[in-house]
């Protein structure tokens, strides 16, 4: 676990580990239902996550932060923010948000903020930033990454220059082979690849909202997709169909070099 945990004046939370590689567990997609709400596609989410996170203290206790990479929620009430607070609530590890299109960014930052939840746009550890993306676009599923965003990504990366930069989104920034998962993934990919290939420290951008297993190397960066908690999308699918593979998470070490070690754990019954 990290020593000491501080945001300075910048918005930087700092995690002090004295040496070492980082050792950071991503869930995503928890699709939390309200009480009493239908179930999301009969599956649910919340009897999915509890078993990730019973997996993950069991056999993941070296990590060092978890990312929750978006759609937190299912439908955006603070009861299903509540319900997920709580559910994180047996992890000892620090637990960084950012949101996803099911989501509503206003009411994950009060609520997830009020349990003790980090939403940091930037998040120092060892010899590695984790920068943290909002590709939110309200009203709609697909994502984009405003002005002010791309902005601030090309100003971290470019005041970070020898410091080895992961970064985070919730939606998909390159085609998966999957038309109706396609159009709805993040439409100004060219502006956020272009800052991208301006920095040779940038490793690996990692996401959610495919609810599938996906790598892909480009330009010596790791485009990682990752699984859902809860139900899964076929892969290459024309039209919306759910896969018959387990809720998951992905495991990723951030080595002292730059070098990423990363795998997907399925989580079954």
Known sequence: MFDSKEKNEKGTVVLIKPGGSIKIIQITDTHIIDDDAPLFS???????????????????????LILLTGDLIHEATKTSYHKLSEHLSTLSIP?????????????LNEIMTMNGYGLGKVIKAGQWLIILLDTCVKGE????????????????????????????LH?????????WMDAMS??????????IDKFDHVRALVWGHIHQEFELLRNNVRLLGTPSTCLQFKPESDVYAVDDKPPAYRKLELLEDGNIKTE?????E
């Open 42 to 64: 009969g599956f649910d989410t919340s009897v999915s996550l509890l078993q990730v996170i019973d997996n993950i203290r069991e056999n993941e206790s070296d990590a060092d």
């Open 95 to 107: 637990v960084f948000c950012l949101p996803g299109n099911h989501d509503d960014p206003e009411i």
């Open 141 to 168: 599923h697909r994502g984009e990454l405003s002005n002010s965003e791309l902005e601030f990504l090309e100003t971290t990366l470019a005041s970070h220059a020898n410091t080895h930069c992961l970064i985070a």
């Open 171 to 179: 939606h998909h920034p390159v085609p998966i082979n999957s038309p």
């Open 186 to 195: 993040l439409t100004n990919t060219k502006e956020l690849l272009s800052i």
């Open 264 to 268: 997907v754990v399925y989580v079954l």
